[in-house]
Nanobody, 124 residues
Framework: QEQLVESGGGLVQAGGSLRLSCVAS????????MGWFRQTPGKEREFVAT????????YYADSVKGRFTVSRDNAKNTLYLQMNSLKPEDTAIYYC?????????????????WGQGTQVTVSS
């Protein structure tokens, strides 16, 4: 069974950067697309970014396009999210997830394994 563990969250000032990591074990990381989602209290989980199994295909939410970059290292079973020019509205718990597809895909319903999340807080 796939296990996903995120790390790299924390407190940062607006305009700063963070790099999130997600280490996968026990599953099919290198054969699956992966995604990042985020959630704030009282709101639904929101799509952030997705990447295909090869890393050649990526897609971003409009709110993060040009500021966030998703990447993966299949040899290390690790997914990354580089977040630059952070804004207070980026504050959320960030989750990585494994898709049931090989191609990058947006909808949360296409993801079957989720990490426990890592908190990102951006102060103004």
């Amino acid at each position: 069974q796939e296990q996903l563990v995120e790390s790299g969250g924390g407190l940062v000032q607006a305009g700063g950067s963070l790099r999130l990591s997600c280490v996968a074990s026990g599953g099919t990381f290198s054969r699956s697309a992966m995604g990042w989602f985020r959630q704030t209290p009282g709101k639904e989980r929101e799509f952030v970014a997705t990447i295909s199994l090869s890393g050649g295909g990526t897609y971003y939410a409009d709110s993060v396009k040009g500021r966030f970059t998703v990447s993966r290292d299949n040899a290390k079973n690790t997914l990354y999210l580089q977040m630059n020019s952070l804004k207070p509205e980026d504050t959320a718990i960030y989750y990585c997830a494994r898709a049931r597809t090989s191609g990058a895909i947006v909808g949360a319903r296409y993801y079957d394994y989720w990490g426990q999340g890592t908190q990102v807080t951006v102060s103004s």
